[in-house]
């Protein structure tokens, strides 16, 4: 994996740096933060700054981390049973800090207005109520692997997970495109919009049915947009054959990793496919904790959805 460890050196400036920020914000949900957060990133150390650049120019990868960053276990708090924020400054501000400043180095965080209210830095907690379901509240459901917002065309290029802690090692799996060895012949009926992604039920805007194509760009290092559990199976056999050879490669090549405090792994949302392995989850303050932001490479993509310029949620 595409991996960079930070340095005690390069550790030493950006706490600084982080607390800085921290103490002129009072949330990273902040418009005046979120205006500010690509200056800050600047004051990265450099190398830190080139290796997320690399990783989004070239794409080497479909997925990267940034390990080393500390985070005290007794500071952050109890893992909360719910991602709704409470009133006052948050326990963890400057972990979320510190992967908004990353975040900035690919792009732009956007929310969505249907999802989690909205929230630009979401905590990703096993909620109790949702335990069976196939959420990222879920737990003993396995999160299926998927391609993050598939079926809206402004979804994000990059998602960005920190993790702050995970006793019981539970596992975030991905796979890449660029490691699935493909059969040219499938590969043709992949690009052709074929493809139907159902509209989110909780989504009332959201009523198009468009056909689209499950992958786009350069056919030899092609891009994924890919969710079978929110599509529909094609009823002609030559596309339907071609979706389930995907499902059985991407089955084949799904691999994990197991965050650990203070690593934080971007996923290509264009070249990777994500989940997570079900798991017993504690309810007591203990449970696995990250937190997640989606990153845009362009927000005037979205703009007819938004309602400034630099709005960051999509309506
Ligand atoms: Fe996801």
Redesign the pocket.
């Known amino acids: 994996m595409h991996r960079l460890e930070l340095t005690e050196r390069e550790v030493g400036a950006i706490l600084p740096l982080v607390k800085e920020v921290a103490s002129q914000h009072h949330s990273v949900e902040e418009a005046n933060f979120l205006d500010s957060i690509s200056t800050y990133a600047q004051e990265l150390p450099r190398r830190l700054r080139r290796f997320l650049n690399a990783f989004r120019l070239r794409e080497p990868s479909g997925v990267c981390m940034i390990a080393g960053y500390p985070v005290d276990d007794s500071k952050i708090g109890k893992t909360p049973g719910h991602w709704r924020k409470g009133a006052g400054t948050s326990s963890t501000i400057e972990e979320e800090v510190f992967l908004n400043l990353c975040g900035a180095l690919l792009g732009d965080a956007i929310a969505w207005s249907h999802q989690r209210d909205g929230l630009i830095c979401q905590d990703l907690v096993p909620i109790e109520g949702h335990r069976d379901e196939m959420l990222?509240s879920g737990s003993e459901r396995e999160?299926v692997w998927?391609t993050?917002d598939a079926r809206y065309p402004y979804r994000g290029d990059y998602?960005g997970l920190m993790c702050l802690r995970n006793p019981d090692a539970v596992p975030t799996t991905f796979a890449s495109i660029d490691e699935v060895q493909l059969d040219p012949s499938q590969v043709e009926v992949l690009f052709e919009p074929r493809f139907v992604f159902r509209p989110d039920p909780s989504h009332p805007t959201d009523s198009e049915w468009e056909k689209a194509s499950v992958l786009f760009g350069d056919p030899k290092s092609p891009y994924i947009c890919f969710d079978p559990y929110s599509m529909d199976r094609p009823e002609i056999e030559e596309a339907r054959l071609a979706m389930e050879y995907l499902i059985r490669a991407i089955d084949e090549n799904l691999t994990g990793v197991t965050l650990l405090p203070g690593e934080c792994l971007f996923i290509d949302n264009y070249k990777a496919v994500?989940?997570r392995s079900s798991f017993k989850a504690r309810f007591d303050g203990t449970d696995r904790w990250l937190k997640r932001i989606n990153i845009a490479r362009d927000l005037r993509k979205s703009r007819d959805v938004r309602k400034a310029p630099a709005s960051r949620v999509i309506l």
């Open positions: 990222g999160l998927h993050e998602i994500h989940g």
